[in-house]
């Protein structure tokens, strides 16, 4: 699986956007992006994931760039809830067991 | 129910104990995975079930034993476990992967280990 790139912490006023950008220029053509979220002392959250197109859901929002080397995850309005670490994972389809690699994540803080 | 519970939250036990953690979940899913996780690092995979069966071991040492006694269950036994494997133990399901398709996996609040 392709290797990704996050900043290490980010902060976000509460009620604005969170962007959260993460590289991964190494990303092949089978490989999909993913973000999982990891609130402190719970397990980790699936969020969202996508191929080549733009995804939404009712949590948030992925942008991914037309070279796939890059994506952003929008928190469209965040809040105080939303402060976890975030992870940024690329993975391939396997028929025996899926894998998720964590990188090191980026620690969003949202502030009052 | 999209729930994956575990059982203990919290254990503590020495290097010579035997002990096992518990994990389960009723969403029908066929995949079920173990994660370490030390302190500030992110998870790292231990092991994976597929259809009941151990189809992925990281290289984890035999201290580690995984078993799924059916589709709803998985256990990890522990024994002689060393101070550096104190972590937090998460456990994972996800419906079993098929071709061109990747599941989304649900994962429990995990149980927080500490070897003495």
């Known amino acids: 699986d392709a290797k990704t790139t996050q900043p290490t912490s980010m902060d976000c006023a509460e009620g604005r956007a969170a962007n959260l950008p993460c590289n991964h220029s190494?990303?092949?053509?089978?490989?999909?992006v993913y973000w999982y979220r990891q609130i402190h002392s719970q397990g980790p959250q699936y969020i969202i994931h996508?191929?080549?197109n733009n995804e939404t859901n009712e949590m948030a929002s992925l942008i991914i760039t037309e070279d796939r080397k890059s994506s952003t995850l929008i928190l469209p309005h965040a809040t105080l809830r939303d402060t976890a670490v975030y992870y940024c994972i690329v993975r391939a389809e396997e028929t025996s067991g899926s894998r998720l690699t964590f990188g090191e994540g980026t620690q969003l803080t949202v502030n009052p | 129910d999209t729930e994956v519970t575990q059982t203990p939250k919290h254990l503590v036990m020495g290097m010579t104990n035997k002990k096992s953690l518990k994990c389960e979940q009723h969403?029908?899913?066929?995949?079920m995975y173990w994660y370490k996780q030390k302190a500030k690092k992110p998870p790292e995979l231990m092991f994976v079930y597929s259809y009941e069966k151990l189809s992925i071991n990281e290289s984890v040492p035999s201290r580690f034993s995984p078993e799924c006694p059916n589709s709803s269950l998985l256990n990890l036994h522990l024994h002689a476990l060393q101070p550096e494997d104190s972590a937090l133990y998460l456990c994972a399901s996800s419906q079993a992967p098929q071709r061109d398709i990747l599941y989304e996996q649900f994962f429990g609040p995990g149980t927080r280990l500490t070897v003495l």
């Open positions: 996508g191929l080549k």
């Open positions: 190494t990303i092949s053509g089978n490989e999909y």
């Open positions: 969403m029908g899913h066929r995949a």
